[in-house]
């Protein structure tokens, strides 16, 4: 975008399989600010040898999209439905007198934005985390991810940042974990397109427009496939390098093509509609207009992010000429923050955006606001992820504290954003649980002593970070992740840890007056049965104070209804549950649910209250049943790695499913399969819990392995001549050993079984495939358990480069793009002698067009000979090389 062009990512992570530690700085192509590129996670976070990750995709690899191709595809997709969001009630918002139609994307980075390791979730506390759904409508994602295939090996992260020679996606995929919490809070999730003249190399958009004998766009076809297999909900279109002016009608109906195959669209304000130049409008006008609603065409996106040089006047002119359109500039114009670039000193001022009355005159978009955690030089320390939480809170609400007064110029995006919800229904329950932790409590018990990070298990963030009325000394408020954690200076709290998953909610501090604490925007309604349970734990003094539920009604807003807690001022010598009685309040609806902390006679010092679970019940049995057909469906003892998969059950049945292993918790997630790294058990019994969204607990279905009673130390290779060597160890007293070799691209499907003595400790399979493809080789004794190792088998296939496929006009050769899946150079050879071609940032040159590096106009050359022998040479990741001879003998 606009002064913020990435190579590829602009997150942070941590030093990688290849263990470097070094930081790297990356100096943004255009405007030259500067964000680091850190490297990847090492030690017990380090990726798994076969942790699913997501990769980028150019056009030609959507053509042939198949999910059946992708190992990992099962494990990439998002199953969280998009829930619906309460109608607007201003009398419960923090600003009563802030519109509540404004909308605002975040186009951000997820976890970290590794180049090889985007993973719905993984062992590690300190990646970063995003806690305000409540301010979104859209999350996007922003960061580059090698094609599939590239070898994580091409990544030197101690060379310059334009050494990066593999090739970006012009597509990345939302991360899938974002996209289910996202869908959980209301909030649509989008992919992000992306063309520049550098970025992602001879990739251009012309390879969009491509139009099938029907009219209709291949690829335009497949990004709605794609979207709708992964489960997300759209796209972010940055197009920032120039169209010829023939193409943008053709541009627009793709755009539409998408829209009408039920995608949400984005552009960004970067080209001119007639001329098809780059020109950043900073406004919404005739110019860039037309992509959104053209006069020909009708709607073609349903919204445009604006580029950052705006001012009172641009925002004002969007406004009405979108109103001229008969569009709600609201909805359909973003006006662009540059977060990352700018941070807390933002050089344009939201200010702007207020008419004469307040209120937002157009939507907003802010690029990079997860500079939070990524341009934070100890994120991944931590110890220092408290400066992280504040940094974010700030951000979104102003103030790192929470107080009400903003830190120096920066107001927070709640000061323009309303506060939104979907809190709905006649139960709700949470366990404060913010996506990560130190360790892991079940009902109070530690059930992992190990860090993790899963934004699957995110409960609904609470609503307001924070929002405490107090006629003295409010009571501080954070969120408790157990002994190991580190809370910001300002805190003296006992460090307690979570009643259920990583965090609690603590209140602590001097009480001298009632402190009400509003904590969640809701629309719940109470029957006749409906009760709420506040799970707590007090570690300071017996004192006269007392905790109360506070229910804000939607008859009557402006008041704070208290349902006293008995007892509660008493310590507790550990988590400790009250239960109020609502059904005098039968009918009527909840609009805000909070916590009244009454004071006593006199100031209480050192007070401290632990929220560990809220649930308001209707009387009624929602407990999911027992999941059905639990399996292990991959047991690799040599890498540490468990992949499980159940028939899963409706999101309006169960809100997640949890993992264990005997009693210790290995995670959770709404989906049908689930990943595990670092297991190492040798016996046990895995344990699956639905879990329903009043938290009731489903009986837990169970299968068990005994490493005892498997062939163990299972080793496999395959070779060039289409041999897989296997051998192992067979237990003792173990029956007749069946062998399987499978191969996970189902799209190639290759599988063989055999059986033999029990007493074999190897064999060889022939006639495997040699296409480098990824398989998994399992072993089982008898009926004992069955183990695995995966690999991939030898790659010595290779298709020569299509004479086809380069256009020849006299002594000049325009070479394409290959579309096979598997190249990474093409060597052009004029009698023998390599040609050069001019690789993307102006960085020199290569003796080959190399994937996703060399420049589109590098690859038209001119040869010094009519006569001249030209040979191209196609050469693949694992070094396999074909010949095809375009002139000459």
Known sequence: MARSHRTGRRAAIRAGTAAVAAMLTVVLAAGGA???????????????????????????????????????????????????????????????????????LTLAGDYGNAFFESHSYTNEFSQYLFTFWQYADFYASWHGQPTEGVPVSYYD?????????????????????????????????LGCIFFSDHDRGDQTYTELLVRDADGGFPVADKLIQIAKFYGFD??????????????????????????EGGLYVQWYDSIHNSTGAISYQNEFNAVNGPFVRDPQLGDVSDSIFLNYWWNRTKLTDSKSYAASLGLDSRKSVFAGVEAGKDQFNQ??????????????????????????????????????????????????????????????????ISKYIAERSVISGTTFATSFNTGHGLS???????????????????????????????AGTPLSADFDYGPAYTPASRFSYQKIGAYNGGSSLVLSGTLDSDNTVRLYKTDLKLTKRSTIDL????????????????LVLASDPGKVIQVPLAGSGERTTGWTTRTADLSAYAGQRVAALGLVVAAGARPI????????????????????????????????????????????????????????????????????????????????????????????????????????????????????DGTLTASWTPPAGGGPV?????????????????????????????????????????????EGTTTGIRGTFADTEISPYPAAAVKIDGNTFTFSRPTLPDWHTLTILEDGRPKSFAVTYNYGTKPYIIRGRTTRAAETVTMSSATSEVVAVLEDYAGNKATTVLRGD
């Open 34 to 104: 500067a964000a680091s590129d850190t490297l990847p996670w090492t030690g017990e976070s380090a990726v798994g040898a076969n942790q699913p990750y997501q990769h980028g995709y150019s056009a030609t690899d959507l053509l042939r999209w198949n999910p059946a191709d992708d190992t990992h595809a099962e494990f990439l997709r998002a199953k969280v439905p998009l829930q619906k969001r309460n109608a607007a009630n201003a009398a419960t918002q923090r600003n009563p007198a802030l519109p509540a139609d404004t909308q605002l």
């Open 157 to 189: 992260p101690t060379k310059d940042w334009r050494e990066k020679w593999f090739e970006f996606g012009m597509l990345n995929l939302p991360n899938p974990g974002y996209t289910n919490a996202a869908h959980a809070n209301g909030v649509r999730s």
């Open 234 to 259: 759209g796209y972010f279109i940055n197009q920032e390098s120039r169209v010829a002016p023939a193409d943008i009608p053709v541009y627009k109906q793709f755009l539409r093509a998408l829209r």
């Open 347 to 412: 050089p344009y001022d939201l200010e702007d955006n207020l008419d004469a009355s307040g209120a937002p005159m157009n939507a907003l978009a802010t690029l990079g606001a997860d500079f939070v955690s990524s341009d934070y030089a100890d994120k991944t320390n931590d110890a220092a992820q408290r400066d992280v939480f504040d940094r974010e809170r700030r951000w979104w609400t102003g103030s790192s504290t929470g107080g009400t007064t903003p830190e120096g110029t920066w107001k927070g």
């Open 440 to 470: 892991t409590w079940t009902k109070g018990r530690l059930s992992n002593p190990k860090e993790w990070g899963n934004i699957n298990l995110q409960d609904t963030p609470v609503t307001w970070q924070w929002w405490v009325d107090a």
């Open 535 to 550: 799970t707590y734990n007090k570690p300071s003094a017996s004192d006269d104070s007392e905790l109360r539920l506070g």
């Open 605 to 720: 010092s050192g007070y401290q209250v632990n929220l560990g679970a809220l649930v308001l019940r209707d009387g009624k049995d929602h407990t999911p049943p027992a999941p059905k057909d639990l399996r292990v469906t991959q047991l690799l003892p040599a890498t540490g790695e468990l992949f499980l998969s159940w028939k899963r059950a409706p999101y309006s049945q169960v809100r997640r499913y949890d993992v264990y292993l005997d009693d210790t918790y290995l995670g959770g997630i709404y989906d049908d399969v689930y990943y595990v790294k670092r297991f190492t058990a040798t016996s046990g019994t895995i344990k699956l819990v639905a879990v329903g969204h009043d938290g009731s607990e489903s009986p837990a279905a169970t299968t068990s392995f005994d490493l005892a009673t498997a062939p163990g130390q299972v080793k496999a290779a395959a070779k060039p």
């Open 738 to 782: 069946t062998l399987k070799v499978q191969s996970l691209d189902t799209a190639r499907p290759y599988t063989k079984e055999v059986r033999l003595p029990a007493t074999s400790t190897g064999t060889t399979v022939t006639g495997v495939p040699v296409n480098g493809d990824a398989y998994l080789l399992t072993v089982r004794a008898g």
